[in-house]
């Protein structure tokens, strides 16, 4: 079965400073990876996905995550934090090519933007 | 706007009743899933539907049911709720395989005294 681990529970970033939220994944063969973003009292959005193809993949605002399958990471980064993106991040992986799965979710890292 | 629409959006139960959340889609999408979220513990599956007509047990479905009415609707029950059963709910709609991924709705807020 699939999990996947968030290790960090709480990160503060200085606004305009760079990010990277970490995720680890545990599957057996090449799975799908994503990054949801929930802004307090709302539901999730989808920020990026990989399923196949480059390992760096480009995301809505102005977020990216890259693939490592040495590693079983993929990790989320932006080079320069704004206010607005104070919210909690959820990894996410799901089965790849063996057919129909559901998403498992990390436990999510809150992120937090100081002035 | 298309989207995935919960209702309601919060409530508050006494230990023992019943009640159905509700969620409806209008993307088209043959899957359909609920989720609860709780604080340090991320989004738990409870059950899903991967297509009209089936349903499947996730990982955390003691104390649920859940009726897939047609393409659109997917409804959870809670026969009789618990305190433990506070949180919050999510439904989700994405195609057959996760590899889009899914799209959310905005959550219902459930307390249960």
């Known amino acids: 079965a699939q999990s996947v681990t968030q290790p960090d529970i709480h990160i503060t970033v200085s606004e305009g400073a760079s990010l990277e939220l970490r995720c680890n994944y545990s599957y057996g063969a090449t799975p799908y990876l994503f990054w949801y973003v929930q802004s307090p009292g709302q539901g999730l959005q989808l920020l990026l996905k990989y399923f196949s193809g480059d390992t760096l993949v480009q995301g809505i605002k102005g977020f990216e995550a890259e693939f490592k399958r040495s590693q079983s990471s993929f990790n989320l980064r932006k080079p320069s934090v704004h206010w607005s993106d104070a919210a909690e991040y959820f990894c996410?992986?799901?089965?790849?090519?063996?057919?129909?799965?559901?998403?498992?979710f990390g436990k999510g890292t809150m992120l937090l933007v100081s002035p | 706007n298309a989207g995935v629409t919960q209702t309601p959006k919060f409530q508050v139960l006494k230990t023992g009743q019943s009640m159905t959340l509700q969620c409806a889609q209008d993307?088209?999408?043959?899957?359909m899933y609920w989720y609860r979220q709780d604080p340090g513990m991320g989004l738990r599956l409870i059950y899903y539907?991967?297509?009209?007509?089936?349903?499947d047990k996730g990982e955390v479905p003691n104390g649920y049911n859940v009726s897939r009415l047609n393409k659109r609707e997917f409804s959870l029950r809670l026969e009789s709720a618990a305190p433990s059963q506070t949180s919050v709910y999510f439904c989700?709609?994405?195609?057959?395989?996760?590899?889009?991924?899914?799209?959310f709705g905005s959550g219902t807020r459930l307390t249960v005294v």
């Open positions: 989700a709609s994405g195609r057959a395989r996760a590899d889009y991924g899914y799209t």
């Open positions: 539907s991967a297509s009209e007509g089936t349903t």
């Open positions: 996410a992986v799901g089965a790849g090519l063996s057919g129909y799965s559901t998403l498992t």
């Open positions: 993307m088209n999408h043959n899957s």
